[in-house]
């Protein structure tokens, strides 16, 4: 498994400043763009900017996320757009950028209030999404 | 001449927020603001303070703009669906007299509260040219002594405990909102006046929420504005719950209407279970119930409006309403996204851009419910006009029609156009 954390990614990258201001909110615990075996895009401080809380089980609920990104690939032509997992005390949003193999992943507290959450998360999927077409 | 505009800000630094919030809400007019309506989420709280927050908004603001408004969980505009940041609404007019006024202690007493804020009025006439937008403060999860800050006690004799300090609970400004009681007093005072309210709440954590009033932040405070114009306006409610088939069911309630001793003469806290179908021992599905009981209210008609009654804590062996249940008799509805997208599209469909304005109210819930899906409402209120218009998503909601019947709601939603 080959994992290319911040491959190309410049600390001005519009991307990761929107993954900056999603991970800005309390029940975010860590985010993403990624794709299957690869984290496609982090905040700006890498996996530093993640809350504290998540380090202990990032490594478990990486390798999970992997097994879901298959899912996501064979599925999302078919327009799968959301996913998630529960795993131990956490939950795992996937948010999937439309016919791309990409999502907006984001990790928070398995008795998050969601629906709020999923707010946010939409307006950076589309924000994410903005910056993917005029780029 | 009549001109309304609403704006907004994502800052994340409170007094920067405020000031952009003031400043894209106002720079569209072409006359000083006759009014503001504030409303923010809870974030600024950790972000600098709504006291800053407010100092933002009144380095922009015109000095003497009557401003009231408070905090809540999200908020639908122009520019999109957020449950991060803050908007605000003006409108001005050269035909509307607008006063304020702030009563203390909501939970406390209140109707302490509503006379102190009719105490700032100059003018106590009403008639049906008057229209009242109301803020009230929402409830609070109770800090009980020793026993901690719940609203599920599991134990017999903790429950018990729980419920004699329950008048101590609010006195110290804490559990039900009493925003119930609240409306039914400004009605009584104001019977031929029209009236929309809402009560503040945070991100659902139901812990701190704040109400502003000119330059001052407030907890547990009413906040009323009265408008007395001369332009049309026209007031809708819907709801986004469905009745659920079968009997209603016999409540035995408490003298403060809220504290249930027994459904269907049965103990309260267990025939709830079995009338929702949870199995007691599954703790998955309790742990699911706890945080979904907002979307299996009981509740009761009232003019063909559903008045919701929320279990908002289970103390042990007694259920306790967030709201006074008015009947003894109830039947248990369920709110579903299905009928939340059609009141709402029904509603969307009587908006145009005759409107000058657009100003709804809904229940937090709907926000809750949908997450990210949301976006359907705001495609199909898009789709109809372009003309400014502001959703808010609040903790209770409150309309009354001038015909002597109060409605305080949960899973409503609430329009007034202009």
Redesign the interface.
Known sequence: MLYIVGDGIRMDDPIAKVLD?LL???DILACMVARQNMISVMPSDGTDSFKPEIHQTWDIIHRAMDDVFTVIREYSQAGLT?MEFRLQDYEALF?VFPDTENALVAIVPA?A???????????A??EIQKIMNEG | MFESSVGMSRE?DARKAGQEVAKSTIEKLNHSPSLFLLFSTI?YK?HGGFEEFLKGVWDVLPEDTPLIGGTV??FMNQY?????GATGLAVCSENIDVEIGIGHNTKRNPKKAVEECFSNFENLDDDKNQFIFEVVSGAVIPNFPKIGRQSVIKSKSAGEASIKLLPLISRLNMGADRADEILDDIVNHFPESRLIGMTCMD???FIHNYQFFNDEVFENALCLMKLRCDFNYKLNTSFGLVEKQGNAFDFELYPDKRLVKKINDRKATEELFNIVGIDQDNVRMLDRFY?QSFYYPFGCYKNNFIHACIVSGLLGEKVYFANQADKTKLNLFQLTGKQILKSTGELSASLSDDFHLSFMIMCETY??????Q??KIYDSIKKRINNPFLVLFVGGESVYYGDGIPHYLYESLNSLTI
Not at chain 1, 113 to 122: C, D, I, P, R, S
Not at chain 2, 80 to 84: I, K
Not at chain 2, 367 to 372: A, D, R, S, V
Request: neutral net charge; charged residues 40%.
């Open positions: 201001d800005r909110l309390e959301e948010y008795l209030n969601k629906g709020l959450l999923e707010v946010e998360m939409e307006n999927r589309r | 994340w974030h950790k969980a999200g999109g669906c957020f449950t991060r991100d659902r954590k945080s926000i809750e419910t949908l997450g990210g949301i976006y």
